[in-house]
């Protein structure tokens, strides 16, 4: 069964095995053994931390290992200024993006349960090399060329093949809409 919450904090004192609470016939179970009896989910990593959701108000605790990340809720999608607001912060570049992961990675590296775990995690990134490749040049079937971008693909309009070529693979780049004019041509 799915259920949506919002997680108020992580708690890092406490693991589903050394998180007790008192059920409802007044007997104590740990929240491993709890997701076991109810839901039939053995919990695999005994020392992760819990998230901390509220419950009809209540405070209560999860194993991470059972939550998957949700989208964005309905009330933000429907106000588009704080949908705005969500974008924004979501579109960074890539200089934004690496400050980000470091402000992070020096927020994790001070956790102690890092440590309790044994997981060694490098404070500086990995640099690979790259290359950024030229704007592709393609070749329409009126005998023109045109220089192709993320904008000008948009734009490109509905071309008919070009004569007889002999590639043995083909790849036909269109816009969704354009289904079924791109399914015509051959």
Request: with cysteine; glycine share 4%; proline share 6%.
């Amino acid at each position: 069964m799915r259920k949506t919450y919002t997680v108020e904090d992580i708690d890092f004192k406490f693991t589903p095995v050394t998180k007790r609470f008192e059920t409802h016939d007044g007997k104590k179970m740990s929240i491993a053994e709890y997701f076991l009896k109810t839901y039939q989910l053995k919990v695999t990593d005994v020392k992760q931390p819990l998230f901390i959701v509220k419950i009809n108000g209540k405070e209560c605790h999860i194993p991470p290992e059972f939550c998957t990340i949700d989208g964005v809720p309905q009330t933000i999608r429907e106000d588009p200024r704080r949908m705005r607001d969500v974008l924004a912060a979501c579109r960074k570049n890539p200089a934004q993006k690496f400050k980000a992961i470091q402000d992070f990675s020096k927020d994790l590296f001070k956790q102690k349960a890092l440590k309790d775990w044994g997981v060694i995690i490098e404070s500086e990134p990995i640099e690979i090399g790259s290359q950024i490749l030229p704007m592709p040049v393609m070749e329409l079937a009126n005998g023109r060329t045109a220089n192709i971008d993320a904008n000008s693909l948009k734009n490109l309009p509905i071309q008919k093949p070009c004569e007889a070529l002999t590639y043995q693979r083909w790849a036909i780049v269109y816009e969704k809409r354009h289904f079924n004019q791109a399914n015509q041509l051959f």
